[in-house]
């Protein structure tokens, strides 16, 4: 049990730190409205999922 909860918080802490890297990343301006968008929609939502992924992290480590 130990171990797979060692590696549930490892997965939380490496997604955490994938957002974190990209979370000042510049839009890329491409011309296409869409991925622009897509672009921005994924800044927009990447500071909640950070924060739904650290109280993840913490109820996992409280079991």
């Given amino acids: 049990m130990n171990n797979i909860k ?15 890297e ?6 890329i301006v491409t011309g296409n409205q869409y991925d622009e968008l897509n672009q921005a929609l994924a800044k927009v939502i990447g500071v909640p999922i950070i924060k739904e992924l650290g109280s993840l992290k913490q109820y996992v480590e409280e079991l």
């Fill in 6 to 20: 060692a590696e549930v918080i490892s997965e939380i802490d490496r997604r955490i730190a994938n957002l974190q």
């Fill in 22 to 27: 990209h979370r000042y990343d510049e839009i």
